[in-house]
């Protein structure tokens, strides 16, 4: 699947809405934007969309239990589901 510029775009801007902080834990390494939607089930392209994760959060809270759910309203995360661990 490729990704279109717009997408990296959103990606930069994202994290800098975010102050190249991590979302979880606050971390400032290896941050990086998830989609909250999953872009290959169709999750939209758009800063909305997305949250800034350090790496270690990514992999480790996000990616490692696929029935977490985060929802982002307005400056505000919460995950639900078994998440972590
Ligand atoms: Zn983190
Ligand atoms: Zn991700």
Partial sequence: MTRPYSHRKSQNQRRKLDDYLCQFCGSDENVAAHHIFE???????????????????????IHADSEIEIEKKENEITTAGKGGK
Avoid: A, D, F, N
């Fill in 39 to 61: 872009y290959s089930k169709g999750g939209p392209s758009t800063v909305e969309g997305m949250v800034t994760v350090c790496r270690r959060c990514h992999l480790k809270i």
